[in-house]
């Protein structure tokens, strides 16, 4: 995919991932630029439309990163987020898009290592996979003047 950067949406978890992504940036652990972090105050606040929404504004890639399974501080939002994640996947499949774009972690606020490995692994699946084909239909369009 040549020198392709994709543009990655992290919807992260103000008790979790968030934190841990500000740990892994104090404790000078580098991850891929390529991730623009959402600070969310739980996951289960992440409806499938903000994922499809991120999709077809451009994003190659989305991912939710939320508490641990049993941490949530909201019971079981991180759960139905993870169902949300499922729910999305199995839709943009249905729709011609790879499932591998959207995805669902759960880490801990002291897992500032695991964070930065979690964005750089998911930044190289994306780039594994090329740009979201939403953009050229877009500029397909754009194009055709519609
Ligand atoms: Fe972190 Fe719910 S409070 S996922």
Known sequence: ???FEP???GLCCHYCAYTAADMA???RISYP???KIIR???TGKVDAIHLMKALEKGADGVFVAGCLEGD???KNGNTRAAKRVVYVKNYIESLGFEPERVA???ISAGMGERFAQIAGEFTEQIKALGPNPVKNIKSNHQAAGQ
């Open 1 to 3: 995919m040549g020198n």
């Open 7 to 9: 543009e990655i949406v």
């Open 25 to 27: 940036g104090s404790k």
């Open 33 to 35: 630029s390529n991730v």
């Open 40 to 42: 969310v105050p739980c």
């Open 72 to 74: 949530c501080h909201f």
């Open 104 to 106: 669902m972690y759960n």
